[in-house]
């Protein structure tokens, strides 16, 4: 259920809770590299990994596993929260299909062009300078941006908690950054334990790339001594984990070496 919704996105939604097909441009992988390029030049020092996906017919994989669960309902879609959008291909993609996303973007110099995106639609994107997966950082005095709390992103987007009984209020779709995977996934079972941050909102619906590693980790059975571990257990208890795309690092762009992903969904 979603509540509190701000004026501009009231008057945009529409009665289905989703938007016509915004007939958007999907620019192709060397567009998009070209974009991630000019950035690079602005920003040439100190810039972290970052993977976006690069491949239109990706983002239409994407869009369709992410569609997929959504509930054909009449009533109004949950959020859906894209992490880390970068050059906007999927964003595009996404749009198209007509739901309705919130851009959390982490790196200023994309803002810009997302924010022309956001301003020549009506309410059904809406972009934020932050960063998922530094979200309630445990810092004393004020959070720094891109860094933010969750309680902020979700008044932002309009959404109140609900039960965990209630449906999912929000989906959200992220590539893990490749530095710090496993604290990032130990981060977010906390998280999903205590709920607290995002989960204090209700049960919210991952669905992320992370490498192939991990995934064999969280998914390990009883006897792989390699695999099977305390992560595995405390991920399977919590969450229904789901593999719905396996893709090559060459159908993503990179600012430096990445390894192949998988694509999972965790309920």
């Known amino acids: ?116 995106l956001e301003n020549s639609l009506d309410g059904q994107l809406k972009v934020i300078y932050g960063d998922f997966f530094r979200l309630d950082p445990l810092v004393a005095g004020t959070v720094k941006p891109p860094a933010m709390c969750s309680d902020k992103l979700f008044e932002t987007i309009g959404v109140e908690a609900v039960p965990w009984s209630a449906d999912v209020p929000v989906r959200v779709f992220g590539i893990i950054p490749q530095v710090k995977e496993r604290t990032i996934l130990w981060r977010l079972l906390f998280a999903l334990y205590e709920c607290s941050s995002v989960y204090k909102y209700g049960r919210v619906e991952l669905n992320i790339f992370l490498s192939e590693k991990e995934y064999k980790v969280l998914t390990g059975k009883v006897g792989d001594v390699r695999a099977y571990q305390a992560i595995s257990i405390l991920w399977q208890v919590g969450c229904e984990i789901q593999l719905l795309h396996m893709v090559s690092f060459s159908y993503q762009l990179t600012w430096s070496n990445a390894m192949d992903m998988l694509l999972e969904k965790g309920l």
């Open 1 to 116: 259920m979603l509540c509190g919704l701000p004026p501009c996105w009231l008057t945009a939604r529409r009665a289905a809770g989703q938007w016509p097909s915004a007939g958007l441009r999907v620019p192709g992988a060397a567009e998009a590299e070209r974009l991630v390029q000019q950035v690079e030049r602005v920003q040439a020092t100190g810039t972290p990994l970052r993977r976006f996906i690069a491949c239109p017919e990706l983002a239409s994989t994407v869009q369709r596993c992410l569609q997929s669960g959504a509930g054909p309902g009449p009533g109004p879609q949950p959020v859906l929260l894209e992490c880390a959008p970068g050059p906007g291909i999927l964003t595009r993609t996404l749009l198209n299909a007509g739901v309705r996303v919130v851009a959390l973007e982490n790196n200023s110099a994309f803002l810009p062009n997302l924010q022309s």
